[in-house]
């Protein structure tokens, strides 16, 4: 007699069991899911493997931690999620040129070992997390050509390493700040953002009042 | 006369009884007609030509007061063949035929219209094929007809519709089509309908509404679309079993489903449901089994579940319902499956919960519950076969009571906050096949008694705080994964696990674990496929039969003290894919290693002691994408036919004893990310192919013997990173095109060469570049002034060159250390231990200039309102008119600053600003 009993009706039960248990893994893990990736760049970001060092375009230390990031040009679009504030080596976020959208996640501040954070030529959108100021090592902060609006972070000036700070061509607005490490800067950092005001001058009256 | 009429009814009684007789005859023959047509017909041994006057009493065979055949019922009689031969107009009589559980195969005669007397035609699980003749609408005595269970197709013919007093009609399971559904009748007296498992689509047929006299309706396993109409829960009151599961049915659920008060069984999984409906559910107190998962309920699960209290299922697996678990729920403990998995559920489980004490399987995975699993709930729930806690937020430790639970298969509590020991008591749950423990808190040690699950086959206990040796295993025969990695587990590895002989995976790493491998590893576990050993303090050799069954795929031990040779059967794995073993001292011939793989992805051995050369053959593994075989002691040539290898993303052949030139060949890699070639004896010119490597982030040649010049078309490799020629004999000038590569950011190094000729002034757009280093070559000229403006340079170095005349003032190079200039005899300029070029540094004289212009300005300022004051004391009048003019004069002023080249910095605009107050 024909015997046609349905398989999945027999499915009792759900067996998912996760074989990774790596929480770099799991944290770029959680950008590959959250982001486009026509040319495959993240083929290899298998979460199944011991540790994430062996998937391309992620560099890391001697103890396996990730250091390095490099997906500038990627043809990547979708969101930077939260989760990339897990890499607590992590000294080089290199995801320029690429089309990611949303904010960018405040959790990047706990990036304490960064060196360079660039989102540089993406869509960026939302206002420049103030927690970016605990990058207490960041030289390179590079976040022109987005869609960033909103003040620029006060706190940003006490960032003592900082080298390179580009907004450009974006649409923050208010005053610039002028004060500790943001002394060093030329007007180049922060062209083209129509509403910008112009830098806040010491001893002068600031123009930092109200909403903008 | 008398003696006539005698005579008649002699011989019409005579008449009657020859035709009933030969009328038996005739329908035995047909009978034994149909018998030899069978292939298997052994079960009607008694349907024989010699026992034909007693046809009645043959097996299957029921006749009516006249004799004459009114039943055929041989259900599962193991009949094979066909009804092609069998007589449907001999046997007229029949009211019951029942076929049911053969294997009777080919189509069904239309001839079975006949039989109009049928009452019951049960035809369910053989194997016929062909649509329904269209004929069955003729026999309107019909009370039971049933097709189920066959490889029927075509439409269901309306002539069903006919068939106006069956009260049974199942037509599941088989590949039927949708008919016209407006053309069914109302059937009053049907009871039981089933059309589940066919190909039935379009929306809910609205005769079935009409049956107001059913108690049973399957549509399951169709393609049902649209919403159930409200006329099903508002006329098919007398339902008692109701499933809709695996449809396309969508829309809320109405709220009147409570008027269907005598349901027993509602199954609506796989749906598009949506809604709240929860509440009115629980309503039908009648209910047995509640199955709505997979579908887009909401709401939470309500207190009133607990009114249900003849739940015997409840699954609503998969949807959005987003409450606690109401302690109501422990009043249906008859509940025997309890599935409530990925849904949005929060908050501890209710002690009440420990009432279900009939449970057999509890699934609550994948939800965002907390508290502790009670000692009460253990203790209670000890028929449960199947526990699946896991992805939630429980925490606490594991009741020792859970031995206990002895009927137990599966114990799934992976992905929580568990913690404390694993109970030893676990070691009597002697059913157990998956245990699953993995990624919580737990500690101390893996309790010895887990030895005796002797019907194992997962053990998951990855990624918890677990310590002391591993114990023996060797008993569980049936251990398919053992996966004790990233623990703190110590010790050496007890030689009974050679004897696992269904091993398909092992998985050790991240412990501490020591000491050499078992020596029969592997030779016992033919299934061996995927073993990962890495980041532990292992040492001695890999077992010579570790991959005895030929099985591996993966295979990673990096980060060991493994020595000696690879295993000789890795090279007759066919299927390795995975094979990580950097950071060993693992030594052998590199050429010998390797066989025929045609799944070769990924191989790393860097930073051992292999010996040999690359042959040719490394060209076959085409799906290769990282190859690592740095710090090693490989030598001979880079065989050309590695440029085959059109999937390899990595290559690092560094530090090792290569020789000859680096092939053009490998200019076809177009996929490269990464090159590194350094620290070999590699000779001849970087060939110009270099330049198709359009995706390169990293090339490092750096530390061979390379001659010639830097190509040009290394330019086009605009992606790049990092690039490094240190340390060869390299020779002719930098190209500028060099200045195109944007994206160099590590480190641009042509260090200890014998470049010549000036430095491009293109290298000043490279202004993402941290490290540069020219020195020592034979550089010329000017540092160009250009060079500034690589904003992002940390160090640099042109020392022991050629180089004369100012070093740039900008950007990095202000403040600039002396060493970054030495040993060349014509520099001049600010760095410190540098002849200065001129009296006035730049710096200060920028300062100045800016002083001037401030001071001037404000001088105007200062003037112009002493003007105005003297206006004002003399005229006395025109006041708002001066506070504007001051105003503009401001404006104009910061406008000034701003606009002077656009390369002051705020640092620069304060001091001038302190300068100018300090002079005035």
Same mark, same amino acid.
């Given at each position: 007699m024909a015997l046609r009993i349905p398989v999945h009706l027999l499915l009792l039960i759900n067996f998912i069991a996760p074989i990774y248990a790596n929480l770099e893994g799991d944290a770029l893990y959680a950008l590959r899911r959250a982001v486009k990736d026509p040319e495959n760049v993240?083929?290899?970001?298998?979460?199944?493997?011991?540790?994430?060092?062996?998937?391309?375009?992620v560099t890391c230390d001697a103890q396996n931690r990730v250091t390095r990031l490099d997906l500038g040009n990627a043809k990547l679009s979708g969101k930077l999620v939260?989760? @990339?504030?897990?890499?607590?080596?992590?000294q080089y976020l290199e995801v320029y040129m690429n089309n990611l959208m949303g904010p960018i996640p405040?959790?990047?501040?706990?990036?304490?070992?960064?060196v360079s954070l660039d989102l540089y030529n993406n869509n960026l959108t939302g206002s420049i997390p103030?927690?970016?100021?605990?990058?207490?090592?960041?030289?390179f902060l590079r976040l022109n050509g987005n869609r960033l609006r909103g003040r620029i972070p006060?706190?940003?000036?006490?960032?003592?390493?900082?080298k390179i700070f580009d907004v450009s061509n974006n649409d923050l607005c208010g005053t610039i700040p002028t004060s500790?490490?943001?002394?060093? @800067?030329?007007?180049e950092s922060f062209?083209?953002?129509?509403?910008?005001?112009?830098p806040e001058l010491m001893g002068s009256v600031t123009y930092d009042i109200g909403g903008c | 006369m008398k003696t006539a009429y005698l005579f008649l009814t002699y011989l019409s009684l005579l008449t009657l009884c020859l035709c009933s007789s030969i009328a038996a005859t005739t329908e035995a023959e047909a009978l034994i007609r149909w018998k030899s047509s069978? /292939?298997?017909? =052994?079960?009607?041994?008694?349907?024989?030509l010699n026992n034909i006057s007693k046809h009645?009493?043959?097996?299957g065979i029921r006749c009516n007061d006249g004799g004459s055949v009114s039943g055929i019922d041989l259900p599962s009689a193991d009949l094979v063949g066909t009804?092609?031969?069998?007589?449907?107009t001999a046997l007229l009589n029949l009211t019951t035929f029942n076929l049911n559980g053969n294997t009777l195969n080919g189509s069904i005669p239309a001839?079975?219209?006949?039989? !109009?007397? $049928?009452?019951l035609l049960d035809l369910s699980n053989n194997l016929f094929v062909g649509a329904i003749p269209p004929?069955?609408?003729?026999?309107?005595?019909?009370?039971y007809l049933s097709f189920s269970n066959n490889y029927m197709v075509g439409e269901?013919?309306?002539?069903?519709?006919?068939?106006?007093?069956?009260?049974f009609l199942d037509l599941g399971s088989n590949y039927f089509k949708t008919p016209d559904w407006s053309r069914f009748p109302t059937?009053?007296?049907?009871t039981h309908l089933n059309l589940y498992y066919n190909e039935l689509t379009l929306e809910?047929? *609205?005769?079935i509404t009409t049956c107001?006299?059913?108690t049973f309706l399957d549509l399951s396993l169709n393609t049902f679309t649209g919403q159930i109409p409200e006329s099903l829960i508002t006329n098919?009151?007398? $339902?008692?079993y109701l499933n809709l599961t695996t449809n396309a049915f969508q829309g809320p659920l109405s709220t009147?489903?409570?008027?269907?008060?005598?349901?027993?069984d509602l199954r609506l999984a796989n749906n598009f449901f949506s809604g709240n409906i929860l509440d009115s559910v629980s309503h039908? #107190?009648?209910?047995q089994t509640l199955e709505l998962f997979n579908n887009s309920f909401i709401g939470e699960i309500p207190p009133?579940? %607990?009114?249900?209290?003849?739940?015997?299922t409840l699954d609503l697996r998969? +949807?959005?319902?987003?409450?606690?678990?109401?302690?109501?729920?422990?009043?249906?403990?008859?509940?025997?499956y309890l599935a409530l998995a990925q849904n949005s559920l929060s908050g501890p489980l209710p002690p /009440?919960?420990?009432?279900?004490?009939?449970?057999?399987e509890l699934g609550l995975s994948a939800n965002s519950l907390t508290g502790e699993i009670l000692r009460r709930f253990i203790k209670s729930w000890t028929k449960l076969i199947s526990l699946q806690i896991q992805d939630n937020k429980f925490s606490g430790e594991l009741p020792s009571?859970?031995?206990?639970?002895?009927?137990?298969k599966y114990l799934f509590l992976f992905n929580n906050s568990f913690s404390g020991p694993i109970p030893p008591?676990?070691?009597?749950?002697? +059913?157990?096949?998956g245990l699953d423990l993995s990624t919580n808190n737990f500690s101390g040690e893996?309790?010895?008694?887990?030895?005796?699950?002797? +019907?194992?086959q997962i053990i998951n206990l990855f990624s918890n705080n677990l310590t002391g040796t591993i114990p023996?295993? %060797?008993?569980?025969?049936?251990?398919?994964t053992l996966d004790i990695s990233s623990n703190r587990l110590s010790g050496e590895l007890s030689p009974?696990?050679?004897?696992?002989? +269904?091993?398909t995976t092992l998985k050790l790493f991240g412990n501490n674990l020591s000491g050499s491998?078992?020596?029969?590893?592997?030779k016992n576990s033919p299934l061996l496929s995927n073993v990962s050993l890495s980041f532990n303090s292992f040492s001695g050799e890999?077992? /010579?039969?570790?991959?005895s069954g030929f099985a591996i795929v993966e295979l990673t031990a990096t980060g060991n003290r493994f020595t000696g040779?690879?295993?000789?059967c890795l090279k007759n794995c066919?299927?390795?894919s995975r094979v990580r073993l950097e950071g060993n001292q693992l030594s052998g011939d590199i050429s010998e290693a390797?066989?025929? *793989?045609?799944?070769?992805d990924f191989l790393s051995l860097s930073r051992n002691q292999f010996t040999g050369q690359l042959t040719p053959?490394?060209?076959?593994?085409?799906?290769?994408s990282n190859i690592q075989i740095d710090h090693n002691r490989i030598s001979g040539v880079i065989p050309a036919?590695?440029?085959?290898?059109?999937?390899?993303r990595v290559l690092a052949l560094d530090s090792n004893q290569f020789t000859g030139e680096i092939p053009a060949?490998?200019?076809?890699?177009?996929?490269?990310i990464a090159l590194n070639l350094s620290n070999n004896a590699l000779s001849g010119e970087i060939p110009?192919?270099?330049?198709?490597? !359009?995706?390169?982030l990293r090339l490092d040649l750096s530390g061979n013997k390379l001659t010639g010049g830097i190509p040009a =078309?290394?330019?086009?490799?605009?992606?790049?990173?990092s690039l490094s020629l240190r340390n060869n004999f390299i020779s002719g000038s930098i190209p500028s095109?060099? %200045?195109?590569?944007?994206? $160099? #950011?590590v480190l641009l190094d042509i260090s200890n060469n014998s470049v010549s000729g000036t430095i491009p002034?293109?290298?000043?757009?490279?202004?993402?570049?941290e490290i540069l280093n020219v020195s020592h070559n034979n550089l010329s000229g000017?540092?160009? =002034?250009?060079?500034?403006?690589?904003?992002?340079?940390i160090t640099f170095d042109f020392s022991y060159n050629n180089l004369s005349g100012p070093i740039p003032t900008g950007g990095a190079f202000? %403040?600039?250390?002396a060493e970054a200039f030495g040993?060349?005899?014509?520099l001049c300029g600010a760095a410190q231990g540098l002849t200065s070029c001129?009296?006035? /540094?730049p710096t200060r004289n920028r300062t100045k200039i800016l002083a001037a212009i401030i001071g001037s300005v404000v001088s105007i300022v200062v003037l112009a309102t002493t003007i105005a004051i003297c206006l004002i004391l003399r005229r006395n009048a025109k006041k708002d008119d001066q506070e504007s003019k001051g105003s503009a004069t401001y404006e104009y002023s910061e406008s000034l600053i701003w606009e002077?080249?656009?390369?002051?910095t705020f640092g620069e605009l304060l001091l001038a600003l302190m300068v100018t107050w300090h002079q005035s």
């Amino acid at each position: 007699m024909a015997l046609r009993i349905p398989v999945h009706l027999l499915l009792l039960i759900n067996f998912i069991a996760p074989i990774y248990a790596n929480l770099e893994g799991d944290a770029l893990y959680a950008l590959r899911r959250a982001v486009k990736d026509p040319e495959n760049v993240l083929q290899s970001w298998d979460p199944t493997l011991v540790d994430p060092c062996t998937w391309f375009h992620v560099t890391c230390d001697a103890q396996n931690r990730v250091t390095r990031l490099d997906l500038g040009n990627a043809k990547l679009s979708g969101k930077l999620v939260p989760e @990339l504030g897990k890499l607590e080596r992590l000294q080089y976020l290199e995801v320029y040129m690429n089309n990611l959208m949303g904010p960018i996640p405040a959790e990047l501040g706990l990036l304490r070992s960064l060196v360079s954070l660039d989102l540089y030529n993406n869509n960026l959108t939302g206002s420049i997390p103030p927690s970016l100021s605990n990058l207490s090592n960041i030289k390179f902060l590079r976040l022109n050509g987005n869609r960033l609006r909103g003040r620029i972070p006060r706190e940003l000036t006490k960032l003592g390493n900082l080298k390179i700070f580009d907004v450009s061509n974006n649409d923050l607005c208010g005053t610039i700040p002028t004060s500790g490490s943001f002394s060093k @800067l030329t007007q180049e950092s922060f062209m083209n953002n129509s509403r910008l005001e112009g830098p806040e001058l010491m001893g002068s009256v600031t123009y930092d009042i109200g909403g903008c | 006369m008398k003696t006539a009429y005698l005579f008649l009814t002699y011989l019409s009684l005579l008449t009657l009884c020859l035709c009933s007789s030969i009328a038996a005859t005739t329908e035995a023959e047909a009978l034994i007609r149909w018998k030899s047509s069978l /292939s298997s017909p =052994a079960y009607l041994k008694s349907w024989s030509l010699n026992n034909i006057s007693k046809h009645c009493k043959w097996i299957g065979i029921r006749c009516n007061d006249g004799g004459s055949v009114s039943g055929i019922d041989l259900p599962s009689a193991d009949l094979v063949g066909t009804l092609d031969l069998f007589n449907f107009t001999a046997l007229l009589n029949l009211t019951t035929f029942n076929l049911n559980g053969n294997t009777l195969n080919g189509s069904i005669p239309a001839a079975v219209g006949s039989l !109009t007397r $049928l009452t019951l035609l049960d035809l369910s699980n053989n194997l016929f094929v062909g649509a329904i003749p269209p004929e069955i609408g003729r026999l309107t005595e019909l009370r039971y007809l049933s097709f189920s269970n066959n490889y029927m197709v075509g439409e269901i013919p309306y002539q069903i519709g006919n068939l106006r007093k069956v009260s049974f009609l199942d037509l599941g399971s088989n590949y039927f089509k949708t008919p016209d559904w407006s053309r069914f009748p109302t059937f009053p007296f049907l009871t039981h309908l089933n059309l589940y498992y066919n190909e039935l689509t379009l929306e809910f047929p *609205h005769f079935i509404t009409t049956c107001l006299n059913l108690t049973f309706l399957d549509l399951s396993l169709n393609t049902f679309t649209g919403q159930i109409p409200e006329s099903l829960i508002t006329n098919l009151v007398k $339902l008692q079993y109701l499933n809709l599961t695996t449809n396309a049915f969508q829309g809320p659920l109405s709220t009147n489903i409570t008027n269907l008060s005598k349901l027993k069984d509602l199954r609506l999984a796989n749906n598009f449901f949506s809604g709240n409906i929860l509440d009115s559910v629980s309503h039908i #107190q009648s209910l047995q089994t509640l199955e709505l998962f997979n579908n887009s309920f909401i709401g939470e699960i309500p207190p009133s579940i %607990g009114l249900v209290t003849n739940l015997q299922t409840l699954d609503l697996r998969m +949807n959005s319902f987003n409450s606690s678990i109401p302690q109501e729920l422990g009043l249906c403990n008859k509940l025997t499956y309890l599935a409530l998995a990925q849904n949005s559920l929060s908050g501890p489980l209710p002690p /009440s919960l420990s009432n279900l004490n009939n449970l057999t399987e509890l699934g609550l995975s994948a939800n965002s519950l907390t508290g502790e699993i009670l000692r009460r709930f253990i203790k209670s729930w000890t028929k449960l076969i199947s526990l699946q806690i896991q992805d939630n937020k429980f925490s606490g430790e594991l009741p020792s009571e859970i031995g206990q639970l002895t009927n137990l298969k599966y114990l799934f509590l992976f992905n929580n906050s568990f913690s404390g020991p694993i109970p030893p008591e676990i070691g009597n749950l002697q +059913n157990l096949l998956g245990l699953d423990l993995s990624t919580n808190n737990f500690s101390g040690e893996i309790p010895p008694t887990i030895g005796n699950l002797t +019907n194992l086959q997962i053990i998951n206990l990855f990624s918890n705080n677990l310590t002391g040796t591993i114990p023996p295993i %060797g008993d569980l025969k049936s251990l398919e994964t053992l996966d004790i990695s990233s623990n703190r587990l110590s010790g050496e590895l007890s030689p009974s696990i050679s004897s696992l002989g +269904n091993l398909t995976t092992l998985k050790l790493f991240g412990n501490n674990l020591s000491g050499s491998l078992p020596r029969d590893l592997g030779k016992n576990s033919p299934l061996l496929s995927n073993v990962s050993l890495s980041f532990n303090s292992f040492s001695g050799e890999l077992p /010579s039969e570790l991959c005895s069954g030929f099985a591996i795929v993966e295979l990673t031990a990096t980060g060991n003290r493994f020595t000696g040779p690879l295993p000789e059967c890795l090279k007759n794995c066919s299927g390795l894919s995975r094979v990580r073993l950097e950071g060993n001292q693992l030594s052998g011939d590199i050429s010998e290693a390797f066989g025929i *793989h045609p799944q070769f992805d990924f191989l790393s051995l860097s930073r051992n002691q292999f010996t040999g050369q690359l042959t040719p053959k490394w060209g076959l593994y085409q799906q290769l994408s990282n190859i690592q075989i740095d710090h090693n002691r490989i030598s001979g040539v880079i065989p050309a036919e590695m440029g085959n290898l059109t999937q390899l993303r990595v290559l690092a052949l560094d530090s090792n004893q290569f020789t000859g030139e680096i092939p053009a060949e490998l200019g076809m890699l177009g996929e490269l990310i990464a090159l590194n070639l350094s620290n070999n004896a590699l000779s001849g010119e970087i060939p110009q192919t270099v330049g198709q490597l !359009t995706r390169l982030l990293r090339l490092d040649l750096s530390g061979n013997k390379l001659t010639g010049g830097i190509p040009a =078309a290394l330019g086009n490799c605009e992606r790049l990173l990092s690039l490094s020629l240190r340390n060869n004999f390299i020779s002719g000038s930098i190209p500028s095109q060099l %200045g195109g590569l944007t994206s $160099l #950011q590590v480190l641009l190094d042509i260090s200890n060469n014998s470049v010549s000729g000036t430095i491009p002034p293109s290298l000043g757009k490279l202004t993402s570049l941290e490290i540069l280093n020219v020195s020592h070559n034979n550089l010329s000229g000017r540092i160009p =002034a250009e060079l500034s403006g690589m904003v992002s340079l940390i160090t640099f170095d042109f020392s022991y060159n050629n180089l004369s005349g100012p070093i740039p003032t900008g950007g990095a190079f202000r %403040g600039a250390p002396a060493e970054a200039f030495g040993g060349n005899t014509g520099l001049c300029g600010a760095a410190q231990g540098l002849t200065s070029c001129d009296a006035n /540094s730049p710096t200060r004289n920028r300062t100045k200039i800016l002083a001037a212009i401030i001071g001037s300005v404000v001088s105007i300022v200062v003037l112009a309102t002493t003007i105005a004051i003297c206006l004002i004391l003399r005229r006395n009048a025109k006041k708002d008119d001066q506070e504007s003019k001051g105003s503009a004069t401001y404006e104009y002023s910061e406008s000034l600053i701003w606009e002077r080249d656009g390369k002051l910095t705020f640092g620069e605009l304060l001091l001038a600003l302190m300068v100018t107050w300090h002079q005035s």
